[in-house]
């Protein structure tokens, strides 16, 4: 028996040794290190990532890697990408997490590692205002229908194992498919509530199906198996949920109106 337990312990020394990287230093170890921390972002997704009329980046996402930079007493930068490129990024140690609204799946796990959920949101359908007659999100699920989801996103894998008989098409932003249902040019947007919710107040001209197409627990992502990372995050996560810095964000980005002004909404050509 002891022999066993031996070398369990052994086994899971060398296993914990294996998980961190750069040579054996966690991220955590290295942010405190360096007094740095490099966030992998994807604005577009209203109202976690955004850019403001400045340039800047904004959002409840970009709240709460400030608010961790904070708790570590380290400089936040931030680093641009599309959102199917960011785990690569992360993966070769151009950034140090992901946070960007990126849905907790068991597919994505096997390649990086997550934090706790800090937010919970479903997938829905928005439909132009000219659409009377679709009731429920199967409504779209026909033949002749053209269905728009976000490369990358959790959505685009559920419309594509969940819609059987419409014509999916893929665009790089929200904002880009949106404004393709607008045009006539597709029938449906699937993607995550709040981001369609907002965008249905912003722009109008369309209603959301609010019916669930499925629910979803946003997670922050780090490399695989940097336990003593995640260790850390889920410690954070902890006090900064539900107190006054993370109410104070969520209150302003998804309460209230006052910042739709101020937001970059181009939309890049597909």
Not at 134 to 148: E, F, P
């Amino acid at each position: 028996m002891k022999k066993i337990l031996l070398a369990f312990l052994v086994i899971a020394c060398e296993e914990t040794g294996s998980v961190d990287s750069d040579n054996g230093t966690s991220t955590i170890e290295k942010i405190k290190k360096s007094k740095k921390i490099v966030i992998g972002t994807a604005p577009g997704y209203a109202p976690f990532e955004m850019t403001d009329l400045k340039g800047k980046y904004v959002g409840y996402d970009i709240d709460t890697a400030k608010a961790i930079g904070k708790a570590l007493d380290a400089k936040v930068e931030f680093k641009e990408y599309s959102f199917d490129g960011l785990i690569a990024a992360l993966q070769v140690g151009e950034i140090d997490m992901i946070i960007s609204g990126m849905t907790i799946t068991g597919p994505r796990a096997l390649s990086v590692s997550f934090a706790n959920p800090y937010f919970k949101t479903k997938q829905v359908a928005l439909v132009p205002n000219t659409d009377t007659t679709t009731k429920v999100w199967t409504d779209l699920d026909k033949k002749g229908k053209k269905i728009a989801t976000v490369v990358g996103t959790t959505g685009q894998l559920i419309t594509k194992n969940t819609f059987k008989n419409a014509e999916i098409k893929d665009y790089k932003e929200m904002a880009a498919a949106a404004l393709a249902m607008i045009s006539g040019q597709i029938d449906g947007v699937i993607y995550d509530e709040s981001s369609v919710r907002i965008w249905n107040k912003q722009n109008g001209k369309s209603r959301v199906i609010d019916n669930q197409i499925s629910a979803e627990n946003l997670g922050i992502a780090v490399k695989h198996d940097d336990l003593k990372t995640i260790q850390w995050l889920n410690s954070f996560l902890y006090s900064y949920i539900d107190g006054p810095e993370e109410l104070k964000s969520r209150n302003y980005w998804f309460e209230n109106d006052e910042w739709y002004d101020n937001i970059n909404n181009k939309v890049e050509a597909e």
